[in-house]
């Protein structure tokens, strides 16, 4: 029993990708960020009647809105920074979401089904808290919840091992069967508990059913972004802006509302619409071979990193300026080396050899554990109560009007620039404030 999500049919296309000179310029600081942005505004030919959407990731684009309040008295167009359309990007959005599935349900190497316990369990040395590598964090992620999904089946089916046949199937399971039980599985499993302030609440099983309502949000949205499917990624920035607010995710629970406020207020219906459909690049122009746009920037970088050091000591700005023109034809010549000589490194590969054996013990320590059987009044260790924190994120989000304090803050520092004239008028959760289902 593993959990398998076919990416969509659809058609793709190589996307197209033209580097921009390198600057001598540290983005990071304001006046340095105006100085790229007007060399791009530059270089693309932009005219004060269009939009650049700029795609960066959280601390980049709060630069950029520095930078364009800094300029905001401008009397030219260009020069005031208005056709800057700041878009964070996905790949460390991904990493974000990454970091706070662990901030939320690593716990202690006490608790029943935490990541602290089964990293210790499988000693999984490489992983951390803060999911401080990213390959390694979302790898051991992948593991715990097929792991995890594959104990509550056991439970939620009654069989003793996965060899076992479904009692209740009669025989070999049909395709009705099997798709009744997948929406009375993720309904009643997969599912955000509703019951944990009554007496007899199991914090334990409601811990763990949170854990696979984050998990498999988590793993559609990398199938949203290889599959390219911009609406599905931007319905996740509603669903994790709460899951932000939950574990006092700060930055990006500012950078998610500020996303959403502006598609639904700020920007052009032509410019939401760029926003929304174009934040991936496809490389190969393969069907589910999508990455985020800052990813493909990140391998960009790197790209140009290597070739530089091979430059020795006496490399100059200049060369460094040739070589970023061309970054992308090395990249693609080195692609071409490595697949002539069989050296291409596999992305996909686990950095985990024996990772079916790890999925296989984790799965007998949590049926051993019973963390998917329901108990009547169980706790945590401590005598510890768990509410669930999507729960908490919306408590924090309606309930204490953090979202409401957001948008009259935004639309006091940028009068109709960040969030338009209609902040009364935004929804930023959408129709998911009431929605508390997976989404399909």
């Given at each position: 029993m593993t959990l398998l999500i076919q990416p969509s049919k659809y058609d793709a296309s190589p996307s197209v990708i033209h580097p921009l000179q390198l600057l001598d310029l540290d983005e990071s600081l304001i006046d340095n960020n105006i100085q790229i942005l007007l060399q791009?505004?530059?270089?693309?030919?932009?005219?004060v009647h269009q939009q650049q959407c700029v795609v960066g990731d959280q601390a980049s684009c709060v630069t950029m809105r520095g930078a364009k309040r800094r300029r905001i008295a401008d009397i030219n167009d260009l020069e005031r920074l208005t056709w800057v359309k700041e878009n964070p990007g996905d790949f460390h959005f991904l990493w974000e979401c990454l970091r706070v599935i662990f901030l939320l349900f690593w716990g202690s190497t006490d608790d029943l089904g935490s990541l602290a316990k089964l990293k210790q369990q499988l000693n999984r040395?490489?992983?951390?808290?803060?999911?401080?590598?990213?390959?390694?964090?979302?790898?051991?992620l992948h593991h715990v919840l097929e792991a995890s999904l594959i104990a509550s089946l056991m439970q939620f089916l009654d069989v003793a091992d996965t060899s076992q046949t479904p009692p209740s199937s009669d025989g070999l399971p049909t395709k009705e069967w099997l798709q009744k039980t997948a929406d009375d599985f993720v309904r009643k499993v997969v599912s955000i508990p509703t019951d944990s302030e009554t007496p007899e609440a199991?914090?334990?099983?409601?811990q763990h059913r949170s854990f696979l309502h984050a998990g498999i949000l988590y793993t559609d949205l990398r199938n949203a972004i290889r599959c390219e499917d911009g609406p599905r990624i931007i319905s996740h920035w509603r669903w994790w802006l709460v899951y932000f607010l939950a574990s006092n995710r700060k930055n990006y629970s500012h950078e998610a509302a500020n996303l959403l406020a502006n598609l639904k207020a700020n920007f052009s219906p032509r410019m939401?619409?760029?926003?929304?459909?174009?934040?991936?690049?496809?490389?190969?122009?393969?069907?589910?071979?999508?990455?985020p746009i800052d990813m493909a920037i990140e391998h960009h970088n790197l790209t140009l990193k290597n070739a530089l050091r091979s430059c020795g000591a006496n490399v100059s700005l200049h060369h460094l300026e040739v070589i970023s023109l061309v970054s992308q034809s090395l990249h693609e010549a080195a692609m071409i080396c490595d697949k002539e000589f069989c050296t291409a490194h596999r992305s996909g590969q686990h950095k985990v050899t024996d990772a079916e054996l790890d999925v296989q013990k984790m799965v007998s320590i949590l049926v051993q554990e019973g963390v998917s059987r329901k108990v009547h009044e169980r706790k945590l260790p401590g005598n510890r109560t768990l509410y669930p924190p999507y729960g908490e994120g919306m408590i924090k989000a309606i309930g204490k009007q953090w979202l409401q304090k957001f948008l009259n803050k935004a639309a006091d520092l940028f009068d109709v620039d960040v969030i338009g004239s209609h902040s009364d008028d935004v929804d930023v959760l959408g129709s998911h404030s009431d929605d508390t289902d997976i989404p399909e």
């Open positions: 791009f505004a530059k270089d693309l030919k932009i005219d040395t490489g992983v951390d808290k803060e999911a401080k590598q990213f390959e390694v964090a979302d790898e051991f199991d914090h334990v099983n409601n939401a619409h760029i926003v929304i459909h174009n934040r991936t690049v496809n490389i190969s122009g393969c069907p589910g071979r999508g990455k």
